[in-house]
């Protein structure tokens, strides 16, 4: 199962190193909804936590470039 639009753009953030809250300030959204956002993209993809989400992401995303 692959993230949403919404929680691909919170992946992307994370994966630039940024924290809940300026990642809730750069999309117009609430803490609360990247901490959600966060916890559905940890169970679509394997991740048990932020940097694993990141690492995951980042491999995925240059695979994505190169294909």
């Known amino acids: 199962m692959e993230p949403t639009n919404a929680e691909a753009r919170v992946l992307d953030h994370v994966a ?3 924290t ?10 609430e803490v609360g909804t990247v901490k ?3 916890f559905n ?3 679509k993809i394997g991740a048990s936590n932020r940097t694993q989400a990141a690492i ?8 994505r470039e190169v294909a």
């Open 36 to 38: 959600r956002h966060l």
């Open 16 to 18: 630039r190193g940024k």
């Open 20 to 29: 809940n809250k300026e990642i809730a300030r750069a999309l117009y959204i």
């Open 56 to 63: 995951i992401w980042r491999s995925r995303s240059q695979l």
């Open 41 to 43: 993209v940890y169970r």
